[in-house]
């Protein structure tokens, strides 16, 4: 069954970079770009960008351009997104989602991962 | 950017209830709309894709519907496992955006 399996929670002081994975098994990996979506505590969703998984290139919605980097890893069909310059703000959970069902929408979703920026 | 004006925020309503959730795009979309539903302290599921075909696995009570800039997301025969938070979110262009979501509370 399709899986994505992202990495732990994480604890960071405010200026520095953190990067979060999203490994996908179950199905091919390069068939289906990955999404990215920010969910701030008990707010809404946001789409960060999308990547492809076979060619490596992003669009990035413009509020997350210079925040967010998605980078791929065919050989251990693995997304990354690393998150630079981290504040206050930038605490939420961190999901990567792939269409790799309907191929429309965003049916499979990782578990999510938890960014925490305090001094 | 497409804006979606979900409404409303939250809603109450008793079991065995029919609702119904509404999302505006701030411009034509065609059918491309998904609901998403989310429990407290869970991800998001995939209800809806393509504004009315319902996602494999999901209860038929749920129904979508709409074109262009309106859509609505009914849910009837209101259950327990009912009790969640609502999101529409447009795939018509990039940035894909989300509606504010609305939590759905029962009597």
């Known amino acids: 069954q399709v899986q994505l399996q992202q990495s732990g929670a994480e604890l960071v002081r405010p200026g520095v970079s953190v990067k979060i994975s999203c490994k996908g098994s179950?199905?091919?990996?390069?068939?289906?770009?990955m999404h990215w979506v920010k969910q701030s505590h008990a707010k809404s969703l946001e789409w960060i960008g999308v990547?492809?998984?076979?060619?490596?290139?992003?669009s990035y919605n413009q509020k997350f351009k210079g925040k967010a980097t998605m980078t791929v890893d065919k050989s251990s069909s693995t997304a990354y997104m690393e998150l630079a310059r981290l504040t206050s703000e930038d605490s939420a959970i961190y999901y990567c989602?792939?269409?790799?069902?309907?191929?429309?929408?965003?049916?499979?979703w990782g578990q999510g991962t938890s960014v925490t920026v305090s001094s | 950017d497409i804006q979606m004006n979900q409404s409303p925020s939250s809603l109450s309503a008793s079991l065995g209830d029919t609702i119904t959730i509404t999302c505006h795009a701030s411009q034509n979309i065609n059918v491309w709309l998904s609901w998403y539903q989310q429990k407290p302290g869970n991800i998001p599921k995939l209800l809806i894709y393509?504004?009315?075909n319902l996602h494999t696995g999901v209860p038929s009570r749920f129904s979508g519907s709409g074109s262009g800039t309106g859509f609505t997301l009914t849910i009837s025969s209101l259950q327990p496992e009912d009790i969640a938070t609502y999101y529409c979110q447009q795939g018509q262009s990039y940035p894909w955006t989300f509606g504010g979501g609305t939590k759905l509370e029962i009597k």
């Open positions: 179950g199905y091919t990996f390069t068939d289906y770009a």
């Open positions: 393509k504004a009315s």
């Open positions: 989602a792939s269409l790799a069902g309907t191929g429309y929408a965003m049916d499979y």
């Open positions: 990547i492809s998984t076979y060619y490596g290139d992003a």
